[in-house]
């Protein structure tokens, strides 16, 4: 009777730059391997989570319930396919756009105006719109 192959299966990899800490795979792991760490991230300011890998059996639901697409992955980033660079495989790419030139920084006066004096819900949704927020209705 030959031997049962087993894959081996992939770890999971955390990159702590990406992870916000939302302790979804904490929930998802079935080994319990998965724990948050005592530190903070100086770049996020989240609280990432740690791997003891010594207990992971590599089932790979962490990497599932990951809502981040760069927080885990399977070992060390290794995925199923490889990027290439466009550049070196097809050579430099022909284009008929303009070539770019610098513009000297100048100063543009503008003339005195009154400024502008709005009160109210008004005022609000003005500034809003201004702003860019696209969730007041009716303005």
Not at 60 to 88: Q, R, W
Not at 89 to 104: D, H, S, Y
Not at 116 to 137: N, P, V
């Amino acid at each position: 009777m030959p031997a049962t192959k087993t894959r081996e299966r992939p770890k999971p990899f955390l990159l702590p730059k990406y992870c916000k800490g939302c302790g979804r795979c904490i929930e998802s792991c079935p080994k319990d391997c998965i724990e948050f760490s005592s530190e903070i991230n100086e770049e996020s300011g989240f609280v990432p989570v740690v791997i003891n890998y010594e207990y992971c059996n590599g089932c790979g639901l962490c990497i599932v319930a990951c809502p981040e697409p760069y927080g885990l992955m399977p070992e060390n980033g290794k995925t199923d396919f490889e990027l290439f660079d466009p550049e070196k495989e097809f050579g430099e790419k022909e284009t008929t756009a303009p070539v770019p030139r610098t513009i000297l920084d100048e100063t543009v006066p503008l003339p005195e105006v009154k400024p502008l004096l709005i009160k109210g819900t008004y005022a609000s949704a003005i500034g809003a719109l201004i702003a860019g927020c696209r969730h007041f209705f009716g303005y």
